[in-house]
């Protein structure tokens, strides 16, 4: 994710707009990819950084109130998990897994580019 591309647009639409939620377990993860050394051309240490202190700070933190195993990769139920534990209307990925469910159990499920095509709460 590089500044000003369509994910960091997303994050910051949804920090203004939004709630952002987070589980320990979905901050693992975030945390472990983030890290990846193939992926430090892509995201440098600053804005590594910036995106897990957003992450830490301005999400509300939630832990898995029931299991799920609905997603065809059972590495990502923890993402639904949360969606579940936060009553969340929208879940916003790049993961072609979630994708596949979309809509699941009510929740939209949308690329960062498709959340960004959502008007405004007071529009909606």
């Not at 202190?53 to 998990?81: H, I, M």
Request: aromatic content about 6%.
């Amino acid at each position: 994710m590089h500044a000003g591309g369509v994910p960091q647009r997303a994050l910051r639409k949804a920090r203004a707009i939004d709630t952002l939620v987070m589980s320990s377990s979905v901050f693992d993860e975030v945390f472990d990819v983030l890290h990846r050394p193939r992926l430090a051309r892509f995201v440098d240490a600053e804005l590594r950084a910036d995106l897990l202190d957003q992450l830490v700070s301005g999400c509300l933190w939630f832990e898995a109130t029931a299991v799920v195993a609905d997603c065809r990769d059972p590495a990502d139920n923890k993402y639904l998990e949360l969606a579940l534990a936060a009553q969340a209307s929208t879940m916003v990925s790049g993961d072609q897994d979630l994708l596949a469910l979309h809509p699941w159990r009510g929740i939209l499920v949308l690329r960062p580019a498709e959340y960004l095509t959502l008007p405004e709460p007071s529009a909606r």
